[in-house]
């Protein structure tokens, strides 16, 4: 069966860089989510979108941007990145915004700023 | 706003005993429970859910989960382990409204033969 695909699965970016993190939802899947897991934390949630709407904003730092397109397809876009940037980026995705349905996971984009 | 506690971070276990990861949680409104394994490099699988019903969930991989309404807690068990258990789980909850999921520190499971 399909899945959540992101890309790229690694990144190494600089200091003050600019960064573009790229999911691709499971077919017929209208809602994505953005979690950052720094390293030995737990998921936190970012930010979600449900038809190419933003639907939810957690702690995403200004310096961040996202969208849906009318694919379904959401960008992450990172700019001046920090160390503390450094993270593994998950996105997932499910069907419409009923929280009981089940937000399937990619396998993470682990961006390293150096 | 809900939080979640996973009481232990790090439990180690020899192959075929068997385990309890516990997780607690707090929320002013209704919640779904989920339980999470990552393994090494790779994203979050669901392992099991509740949402309503029999408060004794069973996942994949032989795990269950019992809900426990009055004592606020989501345990995870498993009777026998395997070496191939071995992984980090999260308890997570999410509002039964809207909204996205919370996470709990994670409990690094470690099978040992």
């Known amino acids: 069966a399909a899945g959540v695909i992101q890309s790229p699965r690694h990144l190494i970016k600089e200091k003050r860089e600019t960064a573009t993190l790229k999911c691709y939802p499971i077919?017929?899947?209208?809602?994505v989510y953005w979690y950052q897991q720094g390293p030995g934390q737990d998921p936190q949630f970012l930010i979600s979108?449900?038809?190419?709407?933003?639907?939810d904003k957690g702690s995403i730092p200004d310096r961040f941007s996202a969208q849906q397109f009318s694919d379904y397809h959401s960008e992450l876009n990172m700019s001046s990145l920090e160390l503390g940037d450094s993270a593994l980026y998950f996105c997932?995705?499910?069907?419409?915004?009923?929280?009981?349905?089940?937000?399937?996971f990619g396998p993470g984009t682990r961006l390293t700023v150096l | 706003a809900q939080s979640v506690t996973q009481l232990d971070s790090q439990v180690p276990v020899f192959e075929e005993a068997p385990v309890e990861l516990r997780c607690n949680y707090s929320s002013s409104v209704s919640v779904y429970l989920f339980w999470y394994v990552q393994y090494p490099n790779q994203g979050l699988q669901l392992l099991l859910k509740?949402?309503?019903?029999?408060?004794l969930v069973k996942g994949i991989n032989g795990f269950e989960a019992e809900f426990n309404k009055s004592q606020t807690s989501f345990h995870l068990r498993k009777p026998s382990v395997h070496i191939s258990d071995t992984a980090e789980y999260f308890c997570a909850v999410i509002r039964t409204s809207y909204g996205k999921l919370t996470f709990g520190q994670g409990t690094i499971l470690t099978v040992h033969p």
């Open positions: 997932a995705s499910s069907t419409g915004t009923t929280t009981s349905n089940e937000q399937f």
């Open positions: 979108f449900y038809e190419k709407m933003q639907s």
């Open positions: 509740y949402l309503s019903g029999s408060t």
């Open positions: 077919p017929r899947h209208d809602t």
